[in-house]
DNA sequence: TCGCAACAGTTTCAATCGCAACAAGAAAGA
DNA sequence: TCTTTCTTGTTGCGATTGAAACTGTTGCGA
């Protein structure tokens, strides 16, 4: 008739989710002062190659305040550049200049080699089974990215 | 050559993480007006009975400035009570008080159903591969309760 | 005993967050 | 067309956060 925190599905994923974002922010922040909104903002454009900020903001889980404001971070250190967006004059294309996608090019391999050397602590049972898992709950939760229409 | 966010570890915690978050919290936000940080201590002084703010800390992961803040939160609520420590006069012992403690049950069942709930979406395949994947991983990052020493 | 480093917990401060309000434009309907 | 509603993105604001500084206490070594 107790709750061990221990055992409660959301305290663990949180735990492990703030735990590896530990081991994973240094990268990003100590290389160019990013903080997770503007790294992932990099990513999602890189990702998309050009977007709105409304793309950019379902490609990263976050939210339209967040992107705003990564975004005038991104644009003050010339990193991407907004375009008028023909078809609809509320948005604005955005697209990463060179120089962003060398911060990019940068940062990526750092970044896999970490999540690789996390990784590399599990079995490799252990590790398609926790992919597996994931997807499994992303499904449970409705975060499975959307799919491309069946045929 | 490029990082695929979504197939991205800490992005896909990340993510699942805050999906349960968003389901679990209006449980306690909505019935008694709790933070996050004031219903772990609460289920921590739940779990342990009587503590100090650090053991508190260690029970749930939480900065001792969000303990300190948390506990004040619960005291003027008379959800919990402080007394000196006889030990140590830097600390002071935490205990819930009957109300805190009827709180504390008034949550934790619905806490519970909404768990089951969004396990229930899965396998039971799945459901032990999701704890046993989860366990793996703590134990690579370094989470595991710090296990009673060996003999 | 004294001096000092380590520690528990609180407070201050600057940064970050998301809600809500907002402006400008698009879309839908009369 | 005109009006209303919805949508995109920005901004203001109050709330929350953790780093760092601080207070009071403990424990250790000289």
Redesign the interface.
């Known amino acids: 008739?107790?709750?061990?925190?221990?055992e409660?599905?959301?305290?663990?994923?949180?735990?492990?989710?703030?735990?590896?974002?530990q081991?994973?922010r240094p990268i990003y922040r100590d290389h160019f002062g990013l903080n997770r909104p503007e790294w992932?903002v990099l990513?999602?454009l890189?990702?998309l190659g050009t977007a709105t900020a409304k793309d950019v903001g379902a490609?990263?889980?976050q939210h339209k305040t967040r992107i705003s404001r990564a975004v005038h971070a991104l644009e003050k250190r010339r990193w991407l550049t907004r375009e008028p967006d023909p078809n609809d004059r509320r948005s604005e294309m955005l697209t990463l200049t060179a120089a962003g996608h060398r911060a990019y090019c940068d940062l990526?391999g750092p970044?896999?080699d970490r999540?690789a050397r996390?990784?590399d602590?599990?079995?490799p049972e252990?590790r398609e089974?926790?992919g597996?898992?994931?997807g499994?709950?992303?499904a449970?939760?409705?975060?499975s990215?959307p799919k491309p229409p069946v045929r």
């Open positions: 008739m107790g709750l061990t925190l221990s409660f599905l959301p305290y663990r994923l949180n735990c492990l989710s703030e735990a590896i974002s081991e994973i992932r990513v999602a890189a990702d490609h990263s889980a990526v970044m896999r999540e996390i990784l602590r599990l079995s252990d089974a926790l597996d898992a994931l499994a709950l992303e449970a939760l409705g975060l990215s």
